[in-house]
């Protein structure tokens, strides 16, 4: 108050007392808040500074969830590729046991020993054979008789013998045949022509299994290639003494077994489907099919007779059979691990695209996805077929699936192997990020923050220099009052 005046002790007393208050009273405020900057009134520069480090902790502290949900996303995609990983091995190894399973089934058949014909044949359908059957002859054909020939009645021919001298005129014809062949010489001029231009023009016919030429006794005389065919002699020309010979009768002997056993396993038709031994005396018949048999021209009794309405079945493989059932089951697993290897919404199985945004501005980040968004399924591996049962009739066709199965697996590894890197790239951003984020915060510490131990020496120093000034101020009042003791 201006009306009241004060010594100046007392009033220097006095300020000393307000100062220390005010510095105690910041100092408690420091202690109470933790911060030497609790506003911008309190220091502009470092209150702005540690604000903008603050605020881009912060920012960066939101991008470390969507970080933590694209790891998870990745983990959710790396379990599910392991996981068909394991199955395309289990696949494998199901196609292996098929590869090594040899219970086929077989069934032994007597040759009879007589009452076949050249119609006999033993036929295989259905099973790895199909629809279309393959038909192997239980007899054949031999002839002892020498092939057949005819010579004309005249002798001491030579090939410069007209065919005018043989009888023939101009535009006559002679015909030889020797049953599916025949050759026509048709006569120009008799008179010039002779038997050498005649034997070219038969000789020449390739498909015809007649020879002619003129013998020692000087005989124009045709002969047949083999023992199996007749010469038929026509045209309205002719030569003394050439007539048509039939062809030797036909003999058919029943084959032999190990005749049968060789002619049936080497059929390229019955080839790996098929297999013939000799079992003490009898045909043994394998059957290297997942499917029945069917063996036509044996009887019930298993004795063959070369009928066609005669039929014996030989059951199929019902190891591989039943192994192509579960390599269907575990294919159908692809499909439906590629389906549930999802998170939050995100399966980069399915051809997802996940993006993840590494600092505030959005100028880094990584998109995450499989090579052209396609689908990591049975299909996009190359094993989307069902496997029939037939499939596994073939060791070749094994060898094939095996091929295709070995091909997704190398493509299963190497998409986990790409989404791995992702991976490590995301989790280094993560700590990289983390790392950041304390620097900032220590940063903006480093401007704000008090030092609560320099702050409680402080405010300990001020309690005792507060103490002091009172009692000064105490000392001060007493001067005063010495003064009204005088005037007492």
Do not use: C
Not at 271 to 300: F, P
């Amino acid at each position: 108050m201006a009306d009241i005046s004060l010594s100046k002790a007392v009033r220097s007393n006095l300020y000393s007392l307000k100062g220390t208050a005010d510095m105690m009273s910041e100092t408690q405020n420091r202690l109470a808040t933790g911060n030497k900057v609790n506003s911008a009134l309190d220091n502009p520069s470092n209150w702005f500074t540690a604000k903008g480090l603050t605020n881009r902790a912060s920012d960066l502290g939101g991008l470390l969830d969507s970080m933590a949900n694209g790891i998870k996303t990745l983990e959710a995609a790396d379990n599910g590729l392991s996981a068909m990983t394991k199955t395309l091995e289990s696949m494998q190894s199901t196609l292996r046991q098929a590869r090594q399973d040899k219970s086929f089934q077989t069934a032994s058949y007597t040759l009879p020993a007589s009452g076949l014909t050249n119609t006999s044949t033993l036929s295989f359908d259905a099973g790895a054979v199909g629809d279309t059957a393959v038909s192997i002859n239980l007899t054949s054909q031999t002839n002892t008789a020498t092939a057949v020939s005819t010579a004309s009645t005249a002798t001491g021919l030579t090939g410069a013998s007209t065919l005018a001298s043989l009888g023939m005129a101009d535009g006559e014809t002679i015909t030889v045949s020797d049953g599916s062949e025949t050759h026509t010489y048709t006569i120009t001029t008799a008179a010039t022509e002779d038997l050498d231009d005649l034997i070219a023009g038969i000789n020449g016919e390739a498909n015809l299994d007649v020879t002619a030429a003129i013998n020692a006794d000087g005989q124009f005389e045709l002969t047949a290639d083999n023992n199996e065919v007749g010469i038929t002699v026509g045209g309205t020309g002719s030569i003394a003494g050439l007539a048509t010979q039939a062809a030797p009768a036909a003999v058919y002997v029943a084959k032999t077994l190990d005749e049968l056993v060789s002619e049936i396993n080497s059929n390229t038709d019955l080839d790996g489907k098929i297999r013939a031994s000799n079992d003490n005396g009898k045909l043994r018949i394998e059957n290297q099919s997942t499917q029945e048999l069917n063996v036509d021209g044996v009887t019930s009794a298993g004795v063959i007779d070369g009928s066609t309405s005669d039929v014996s079945t030989i059951d199929g493989n019902s190891v591989r059979a039943g192994l192509a059932d579960q390599f269907n089951e575990l294919r159908d697993q692809l499909d439906k691990l590629a389906d549930d290897a999802s998170f939050n919404g995100i399966n980069l199985l399915r051809g997802d695209k996940l993006a993840i945004t590494f600092n505030e501005t959005g100028t880094s980040s990584i998109d995450i996805q499989t090579e052209n968004g396609d689908t990591i399924n049975s299909a996009n591996l190359g094993v989307s077929t069902t496997l029939q049962e037939s499939d596994l009739d073939s060791d070749t066709n094994i060898d094939s699936e095996l091929g295709k199965l070995k091909a997704a697996l190398n493509e299963v590894r190497s998409q986990a192997s790409t989404f791995g890197s992702n991976l490590s790239i995301v989790e280094n951003r993560q700590t990289f990020t983390e790392s950041m984020i304390n620097t900032l915060e220590d940063g903006a510490g480093d401007l704000t923050l008090a030092d609560m131990n320099t702050e409680a020496a402080n405010l300990l120093a001020l309690q005792t220099r507060q103490s002091l000034s009172q009692n000064s101020l105490s000392l001060a009042s007493q001067a005063d009052q010495s003064i009204l003791q005088l005037i007492r």
